[in-house]
Structure formats: C-alpha cells, structure tokens
C-alpha cells in the first residue's frame, strides 16, 4: 500500500506534466510528410488490385524454453511468471507466442489501415512480449489493473516526461520518431515487464499469441517472402510463396536448441 500511495501521489502531482507531454507529442501520424517519405517514398497511390489474406501457425520443436531465473512479487502480480519466467512462451501443440511475422517483396504501397497499436498490462505483464506496428502508427499501453499503477516508457525513442498508467484510466501514447527497433519497459521496480517493439516501414505484419496463430491481410496477389522470428532467441524462418487471391496458408516451424543458444550467447558476451 505504501508503494500504492507513493506512486499514486507522484501520479497527481505530474499530471499536467504527462498531459502536456502527450499533447507536445511530434505530430507523427501515418499521413504526416515525415512518414510518407519513409512508407511510401514513390508516392504511389494505395494497391487496389487483386489481394489475399495470410494465415498460419508458427510452432517450435526442439528443447523446452529454459527458466529466466527472474523473481516476481507474490499477490498482485499473477500474470508475471507465465509471461516473463521462461525464455519464451509455448502453448498447446508447441505453439509458440510473440513470434512476429511479416510479408515483403510484393509490388504496391499497402498503406496501413490502424492509427495505433494497443498494448495492455494486467498483472504486472504486457498481452505480449513482442509489439509489431507500422511508422506513423502511435503506440497506446492501457492498464487494465485495478488497483496497480504503472510506468510505461518507450526505451530508444527521446525521453519524454515519464507518463503514470493510472489503474483502468486513459492509455499511455507514444510515437515512435522513426522506423527500428525499440523496448517497452515500467519505470516501477518491475524489471522484468518488458516487450520488443519493432516499428516497421510496411504494414504487413503480425506477432502470434499463445495459439500461434497469426493473420496478415491485404497483400497483393503474386511472389512474396515471408519470414517468422521469435526474437527471444534471435530466430526466425524465411519462405518465399505466392500470394493468391481470398485465403492463404502457410505454417511455420522454429527449432530451439538449448546448447547452441547457451554457446551463442557466450561468445556475445564482452570479455572482461
């Protein structure tokens, strides 16, 4: 409670801070000039031919995701361990979460059709460990808790005032300056709560949850190259297909071994 007090109090005291620092936000949207010159370069008008939809399942085998060895508080924060307390997430069948998933290489611009990304956190967890958005899309984070507040920050992007998600209040926003790749994290002591946010210069994506599933609509009919990553561990799969029009399928099958991920991520470490 004393945590509950402090935090909720350092909320009302920076509120009209975290309002101005919303509405002092760049004016990057998906029309802005800034954007348009990274999405659409050419200027080409919005594909109306023929399109199909993508859908699939990205599945992983192999050895089982190691523990994180992270801690959680006990209580008021459930969604924690499932989330964050292995190295990645598997559901039934070897289905596997947070995979993002894109569609490139087709001719025509495919504008996108969302303003923003929503992420929630519940239980001192993001609803997914991978964020996928496209350039000029703003990013909301909503806290869907009752009674937890929340310090959500957009690591990467310049700092701005540090917003409170306010229990089941308004979302937290934040725009991206630029194409790339960047860390939502809390600012609370819940080191933790984390997700990789790929702001990406296409709209064709996607990132699977516990199901695997994942559907990218919109694309052009013909040759595309299609990819799965599960960044977690720095892997991904690549498949070039061809795009018709209505329903498409394609499934996607990750291998996780356990020795050669421990031995790869030695030799990344810097020597002391």
Known sequence: L???????LHAAASASAAASAQADAPAISLTSEAVLKVTNPKRHAPYSGPTGTLKGRVTIKGDPPPDTGLSFPTGKCGEAAATYGRLFRVGQQNAV????VTVVNYSGHVPEREEAEKVTIHGCAFSTRTVAMTFGQRLEVANLDLLEPYMPNLEGAPFMAVLVAMPQGEAVKFFPPQPGYYHLVD?????????EVFVLKFATHDVTGLDGQFEIKNIPVGKVLTAALLPAIDQDVKKEIEIKEGENTLD?????DLAKY?????????SP
């Open 2 to 8: 004393d945590d509950l007090r402090r935090y909720m």
């Open 187 to 195: 600012k609370m002591p819940k080191p933790f709560l984390k997700a």
């Open 262 to 270: 421990n031995e790869k991520k030695s030799k990344a470490k810097p």
């Open 252 to 256: 996607f099958e990750l291998n996780f």
């Open 97 to 100: 979460a947070d995979a993002l």
